[in-house]
Protein backbone atom coordinates (compact mmCIF):
# COMPACT_ATOMS: atom_id res chain seq x y z
CA UNK A 1 0.00 0.00 0.00
CA UNK A 2 1.33 3.44 -0.78
CA UNK A 3 1.07 5.52 1.96
CA UNK A 4 0.76 9.41 1.98
CA UNK A 5 2.20 11.86 4.77
CA UNK A 6 1.01 15.55 4.65
CA UNK A 7 2.79 18.14 6.59
CA UNK A 8 2.11 20.13 8.70
CA UNK A 9 -1.14 19.07 9.92
CA UNK A 10 -2.25 22.47 11.19
CA UNK A 11 -0.76 25.85 9.77
CA UNK A 12 -1.74 29.22 10.81
CA UNK A 13 -1.65 32.03 8.56
CA UNK A 14 -2.41 35.55 8.08
CA UNK A 15 -4.53 36.72 4.73
CA UNK A 16 -2.18 37.43 2.47
CA UNK A 17 0.41 35.30 3.38
CA UNK A 18 1.89 32.24 0.86
CA UNK A 19 1.14 28.90 2.50
CA UNK A 20 3.19 25.68 1.22
CA UNK A 21 1.75 22.41 2.06
CA UNK A 22 3.93 19.36 1.31
CA UNK A 23 2.68 15.32 0.89
CA UNK A 24 5.33 12.99 0.69
CA UNK A 25 4.16 9.20 -1.01
CA UNK A 26 5.79 6.04 0.62
CA UNK A 27 7.06 5.31 -3.01
CA UNK A 28 7.02 7.05 -6.75
CA UNK A 29 3.48 7.86 -7.89
CA UNK A 30 4.81 9.49 -11.07
CA UNK A 31 2.73 12.90 -11.21
CA UNK A 32 -1.06 10.54 -10.27
CA UNK A 33 -1.68 13.09 -7.04
CA UNK A 34 -4.25 15.27 -6.35
CA UNK A 35 -5.62 18.18 -3.77
CA UNK A 36 -8.72 18.78 -2.08
CA UNK A 37 -9.83 21.37 -0.15
CA UNK A 38 -12.62 20.49 2.75
CA UNK A 39 -14.66 23.06 4.78
CA UNK A 40 -16.86 21.44 7.41
CA UNK A 41 -19.73 20.04 6.73
CA UNK A 42 -18.98 19.81 3.01
CA UNK A 43 -17.73 17.52 0.83
CA UNK A 44 -14.13 17.93 -0.56
CA UNK A 45 -13.62 20.26 -3.97
CA UNK A 46 -11.00 19.47 -6.17
CA UNK A 47 -8.24 21.95 -6.70
CA UNK A 48 -5.27 20.13 -8.24
CA UNK A 49 -4.54 17.14 -10.64
CA UNK A 50 -1.96 15.29 -11.91
CA UNK A 51 0.72 16.81 -9.33
CA UNK A 52 -0.02 20.47 -11.32
CA UNK A 53 -3.17 20.58 -13.19
CA UNK A 54 -5.49 23.51 -12.03
CA UNK A 55 -9.42 22.37 -12.00
CA UNK A 56 -11.75 24.63 -13.56
CA UNK A 57 -12.98 27.19 -11.78
CA UNK A 58 -10.56 27.52 -9.36
CA UNK A 59 -8.74 30.58 -8.79
CA UNK A 60 -5.03 30.91 -10.20
CA UNK A 61 -3.74 31.37 -6.79
CA UNK A 62 -3.55 27.42 -6.21
CA UNK A 63 -0.23 25.85 -7.45
CA UNK A 64 0.78 22.21 -7.49
CA UNK A 65 4.03 21.28 -7.70
CA UNK A 66 5.97 17.92 -7.58
CA UNK A 67 6.90 14.35 -9.02
CA UNK A 68 8.15 11.19 -7.88
CA UNK A 69 7.40 11.59 -3.86
CA UNK A 70 7.67 14.97 -2.84
CA UNK A 71 4.78 17.15 -3.64
CA UNK A 72 3.06 20.76 -2.40
CA UNK A 73 0.34 23.01 -3.07
CA UNK A 74 1.04 26.58 -2.65
CA UNK A 75 -1.28 29.32 -2.46
CA UNK A 76 0.47 32.58 -3.00
CA UNK A 77 -1.70 34.77 -1.53
CA UNK A 78 -3.99 33.23 1.25
CA UNK A 79 -7.38 34.72 1.24
CA UNK A 80 -10.46 34.25 3.66
CA UNK A 81 -12.31 32.43 1.80
CA UNK A 82 -9.31 29.79 1.69
CA UNK A 83 -9.30 28.73 5.73
CA UNK A 84 -10.16 25.01 5.63
CA UNK A 85 -8.27 21.89 5.49
CA UNK A 86 -6.68 20.37 2.29
CA UNK A 87 -6.11 16.55 1.33
CA UNK A 88 -3.76 14.85 -1.33
CA UNK A 89 -4.27 11.68 -2.71
CA UNK A 90 -2.77 9.41 -4.68
CA UNK A 91 -4.05 7.85 -7.41
CA UNK A 92 -0.71 5.52 -8.77
CA UNK A 93 -2.02 2.47 -7.23
CA UNK A 94 -4.94 2.05 -5.42
CA UNK A 95 -6.12 5.34 -3.95
CA UNK A 96 -4.42 6.99 -0.69
CA UNK A 97 -5.52 10.44 0.68
CA UNK A 98 -3.47 12.06 2.77
CA UNK A 99 -4.33 13.15 6.55
CA UNK A 100 -5.08 16.07 5.78
CA UNK A 101 -3.28 20.07 6.83
CA UNK A 102 -6.21 21.96 8.63
CA UNK A 103 -5.01 25.97 7.58
CA UNK A 104 -6.13 28.28 10.43
CA UNK A 105 -6.01 31.98 11.23
CA UNK A 106 -3.28 33.47 12.71
CA UNK B 1 -24.40 19.69 -14.37
CA UNK B 2 -23.54 16.37 -13.38
CA UNK B 3 -25.22 16.15 -9.66
CA UNK B 4 -24.55 12.79 -7.46
CA UNK B 5 -27.84 12.11 -5.00
CA UNK B 6 -26.89 9.57 -2.72
CA UNK B 7 -29.47 8.17 0.09
CA UNK B 8 -29.21 5.25 2.75
CA UNK B 9 -29.78 3.97 6.27
CA UNK B 10 -28.04 6.32 8.68
CA UNK B 11 -28.97 4.17 12.16
CA UNK B 12 -27.59 1.16 12.32
CA UNK B 13 -27.04 -1.73 15.13
CA UNK B 14 -23.64 -3.31 15.46
CA UNK B 15 -23.31 -6.45 12.68
CA UNK B 16 -25.82 -5.35 10.38
CA UNK B 17 -25.31 -4.57 6.84
CA UNK B 18 -24.75 -0.57 5.55
CA UNK B 19 -26.41 -0.23 2.44
CA UNK B 20 -26.13 2.73 0.67
CA UNK B 21 -26.63 3.84 -3.22
CA UNK B 22 -25.83 6.89 -5.14
CA UNK B 23 -27.13 8.22 -8.34
CA UNK B 24 -25.78 10.28 -11.03
CA UNK B 25 -28.20 13.07 -12.59
CA UNK B 26 -27.10 15.13 -15.95
CA UNK B 27 -24.20 13.13 -17.35
CA UNK B 28 -23.32 10.08 -18.60
CA UNK B 29 -22.21 7.13 -16.32
CA UNK B 30 -20.27 5.14 -19.09
CA UNK B 31 -16.64 5.30 -19.15
CA UNK B 32 -16.16 6.28 -15.12
CA UNK B 33 -14.81 5.33 -12.28
CA UNK B 34 -17.42 5.42 -9.29
CA UNK B 35 -15.79 5.59 -5.53
CA UNK B 36 -17.00 5.76 -2.03
CA UNK B 37 -15.16 7.54 0.77
CA UNK B 38 -15.45 7.84 4.11
CA UNK B 39 -14.79 10.10 6.81
CA UNK B 40 -15.06 9.87 10.48
CA UNK B 41 -15.92 12.19 12.90
CA UNK B 42 -13.30 14.85 13.06
CA UNK B 43 -10.37 12.63 10.62
CA UNK B 44 -9.44 12.31 7.50
CA UNK B 45 -10.64 10.96 4.17
CA UNK B 46 -10.64 7.16 3.77
CA UNK B 47 -11.07 5.52 0.33
CA UNK B 48 -13.35 2.37 0.25
CA UNK B 49 -13.50 1.40 -3.14
CA UNK B 50 -14.37 2.06 -6.65
CA UNK B 51 -16.18 0.19 -9.71
CA UNK B 52 -15.61 0.52 -13.23
CA UNK B 53 -18.82 1.51 -15.12
CA UNK B 54 -18.46 -2.01 -16.73
CA UNK B 55 -18.73 -3.83 -13.24
CA UNK B 56 -15.06 -4.12 -11.99
CA UNK B 57 -14.14 -3.29 -8.45
CA UNK B 58 -11.40 -2.46 -6.67
CA UNK B 59 -11.41 -2.31 -2.82
CA UNK B 60 -9.25 -0.77 -0.29
CA UNK B 61 -7.46 -3.73 1.48
CA UNK B 62 -8.38 -2.66 4.90
CA UNK B 63 -12.13 -2.98 4.60
CA UNK B 64 -11.90 -5.72 1.33
CA UNK B 65 -13.49 -8.88 3.93
CA UNK B 66 -16.74 -6.74 4.31
CA UNK B 67 -17.23 -4.43 1.20
CA UNK B 68 -19.40 -4.81 -1.72
CA UNK B 69 -19.89 -2.21 -4.62
CA UNK B 70 -22.17 -3.13 -7.56
CA UNK B 71 -23.31 -1.13 -10.22
CA UNK B 72 -27.03 -0.72 -12.27
CA UNK B 73 -26.28 0.97 -15.56
CA UNK B 74 -30.00 0.87 -16.27
CA UNK B 75 -30.98 3.66 -13.56
CA UNK B 76 -27.56 5.36 -13.61
CA UNK B 77 -26.61 3.96 -9.93
CA UNK B 78 -24.09 2.44 -7.73
CA UNK B 79 -24.58 1.07 -4.45
CA UNK B 80 -22.02 0.27 -1.13
CA UNK B 81 -22.55 -2.56 1.14
CA UNK B 82 -20.42 -3.20 4.31
CA UNK B 83 -21.02 -6.14 6.23
CA UNK B 84 -21.03 -6.45 9.97
CA UNK B 85 -20.45 -3.22 10.38
CA UNK B 86 -19.39 -1.91 14.46
CA UNK B 87 -18.91 1.43 16.20
CA UNK B 88 -15.90 1.83 13.82
CA UNK B 89 -17.91 2.39 10.83
CA UNK B 90 -19.56 5.53 12.01
CA UNK B 91 -18.61 8.17 9.66
CA UNK B 92 -20.08 10.31 7.08
CA UNK B 93 -20.10 8.51 3.63
CA UNK B 94 -19.61 10.02 0.07
CA UNK B 95 -19.54 8.61 -3.57
CA UNK B 96 -17.65 10.55 -6.00
CA UNK B 97 -16.88 10.25 -9.38
CA UNK B 98 -13.63 10.56 -11.29
CA UNK B 99 -12.79 13.18 -13.18
CA UNK B 100 -11.58 11.67 -16.42
CA UNK B 101 -13.27 9.21 -18.29
CA UNK B 102 -10.52 5.66 -17.96
CA UNK B 103 -8.95 3.55 -18.23
CA UNK B 104 -7.45 4.50 -15.20
CA UNK B 105 -9.36 5.89 -12.08
CA UNK B 106 -8.31 9.93 -11.13
CA UNK B 107 -9.09 12.26 -9.04
CA UNK B 108 -12.70 13.04 -7.54
CA UNK B 109 -14.41 15.73 -9.35
CA UNK B 110 -17.87 15.47 -8.23
CA UNK B 111 -19.05 14.48 -4.89
CA UNK B 112 -22.63 13.73 -3.24
CA UNK B 113 -23.99 15.29 -0.57
CA UNK B 114 -22.62 12.77 2.22
CA UNK B 115 -24.67 10.41 4.81
CA UNK B 116 -23.99 10.39 8.24
CA UNK B 117 -23.96 6.84 9.69
CA UNK B 118 -23.75 5.63 12.69
CA UNK B 119 -23.87 2.32 14.21
CA UNK B 120 -24.95 2.00 17.99
CA UNK B 121 -27.12 -0.40 19.94
Known amino acids: DIQMTQSPSTLSASVGDRVTITCRAS??????LAWYQQKPGKAPKLLIY???SLESGVPSRFSGSGSGTEFTLTISSLQPDDFATYYC????????FGGGTKVEIK | QVQLQQWGAGLLKPSETLSLTCAVY????????WSWIRQHPGKGLEWIGY???????YYNPSLKSRVTISVDTSKNQFSLKLSSVTAADTAVYYC???????????????WGQGTMVTVSS
Open chain 1, 50 to 52: KAS
Open chain 1, 89 to 96: QQYNSLLT
Open chain 2, 26 to 33: GGSFSGYY
Open chain 2, 96 to 110: ARDRFRGPNPNAFDI
Open chain 1, 27 to 32: QSISSW
Open chain 2, 51 to 57: IYYSGST
